[in-house]
């Protein structure tokens, strides 16, 4: 079985400041993991996704995540917030093995950014 | 291509109305997932389809609540009959198996059942 752990529940930060979102598995084989954002009231959409090759992946508005094996983690990282990250953020992993690519997803971070 | 298409945006009905919600994913995929989305809850997995034959609908809440895919471009979520705690947004996502590229979803459907 597979598992996400999103530490924080809502996370505020300041415009310009760094933003980190923490991710941690639970995976018995080789994880395939993602990152998804929704703004109010939309879908959710795609940010960025690990599936094999170089651990250090970025994503779409400047964000990037990197995996870490040993430390079951795929924390989001962006240099300078922006107002427009205002969001939900979440963490998501899969497998070759699950079945129709089958996604389990975190609770989510939500993102307050202040001015 | 267009994305996943969810219709309605926005449903109202009251209680003990059926309800029934589409979804016509992209085109190519093979997989389609209804999700629910809560405050309380999070998002919730539904039911997913793998070439239009339902794998897994554990999530499903009750047997007031169906989903069909008849073919692989259309999908529905049914409710009857709707109670005030179906209320929620639903999304349905879809996907291209194999190869784990993650989910396309929808805009999503507000159901509100008063």
């Known amino acids: 079985a597979q598992s996400v752990t999103q530490l924080g529940s809502h996370v505020s930060v300041s415009e310009g400041a760094l933003v980190l979102l923490r991710c941690n598995y639970s995976?018995?084989?080789?994880?395939?993991l993602f990152w998804y954002v929704q703004y109010p009231n939309q879908g959710l959409q795609l940010l960025l996704k690990?599936?094999?090759?170089?651990?250090l992946v970025k994503g779409i508005n400047g964000f990037e995540a990197e995996f870490k094996k040993s430390e079951t983690s795929f924390h989001l990282t962006k240099p300078s917030a922006h107002m427009s990250d205002a969001a939900e953020y979440f963490c998501?992993?899969?497998?070759?093995?699950?079945?129709?690519?089958?996604?389990?997803f975190g609770g989510g971070t939500r993102v307050l950014v202040k001015p | 291509d267009a994305g996943v298409i969810q219709s309605p945006r926005h449903e109202v009905t009251e209680m003990g109305q059926e309800v029934t919600l589409r979804c016509k994913p992209i085109?190519?995929?093979?997989?389609l997932f209804w999700y629910r989305q809560t405050m309380m809850r999070g998002l919730e997995l539904l039911i997913y389809?793998?070439?239009?034959?339902?794998?897994?609908d554990s999530g499903m809440p009750e047997d007031r609540f169906s989903a069909k895919m008849p073919n692989a471009s259309f999908s529905t979520l049914k409710i009857q009959p709707s109670e005030p705690r179906d209320s929620a947004v639903y999304f349905c996502?879809?996907?291209?198996?194999?190869?784990?590229?993650?989910?396309?979803f929808g805009s999503g459907t507000r159901l509100t059942v008063v």
């Open positions: 996502a879809s996907s291209y198996v194999p190869g784990n590229y993650g989910y396309t």
């Open positions: 995976s018995s084989v080789p994880p395939y």
């Open positions: 690990y599936t094999t090759g170089a651990t």
């Open positions: 998501a992993v899969s497998s070759v093995k699950a079945a129709g690519n089958k996604l389990t």
């Open positions: 085109s190519g995929h093979n997989s």
């Open positions: 389809f793998n070439n239009n034959v339902p794998i897994d």
